[in-house]
């Protein structure tokens, strides 16, 4: 398995669920620099998926996970910024097939829609899935990429 820095953040509706999978990928081998939130007062989510969009940017971090209460919110936010790719998924599925054809490299979850299981499968199938690239995969995601600029 390949280890990588992952960038970790969350509101206040997605705190419970961060700590979980920050204990995950810890013990997965994982380097997790933790940006917060860590308590349950209200925050505002754009500020996490800022963080995290930084975190990439400055190649502190390869991957980002981002939770807000029903990951929606904080994937909108995080997809503002260049060369982020976020995808809000909710079963192994969407997470293989966001990094198979997406080049995903933000994955967001919903603390309040997803179990803290499901969740910690979602993350293991993302970050063990390469993109597939191809002139079709490549193609699109370079568009996407443009489409920020």
Not at 50 to 65: C, E, P, Q
């Amino acid at each position: 398995m390949t280890s990588h820095i992952i960038a970790l953040a969350a509101d206040h509706g997605g705190v419970e669920l961060k700590d979980v999978l920050r204990e995950d990928l810890v013990k997965a081998g994982h380097k997790v620099v933790d940006l917060g939130t860590n308590g349950s007062e209200s925050v505002d989510y754009p500020d996490f998926a800022n963080a995290v969009a930084d975190a990439l940017r400055s190649g502190k971090a390869n991957f980002g996970v981002l939770v807000c209460g029903t990951g929606i919110g904080i994937s909108i936010a995080a997809n503002r910024h260049q060369d982020v790719r976020a995808a809000l998924v909710h079963d192994a599925f969407t997470a293989r097939l966001s990094r198979q054809h997406n080049d995903a490299n933000v994955i967001c979850f919903g603390g309040r829609t997803i179990g803290a299981e499901v969740a910690k499968d979602c993350l293991k199938v993302f970050l063990e899935t390469p993109f597939d690239g191809g002139d079709r995969h490549a193609r699109r995601v370079a568009k996407l990429n443009g489409l920020s600029k």
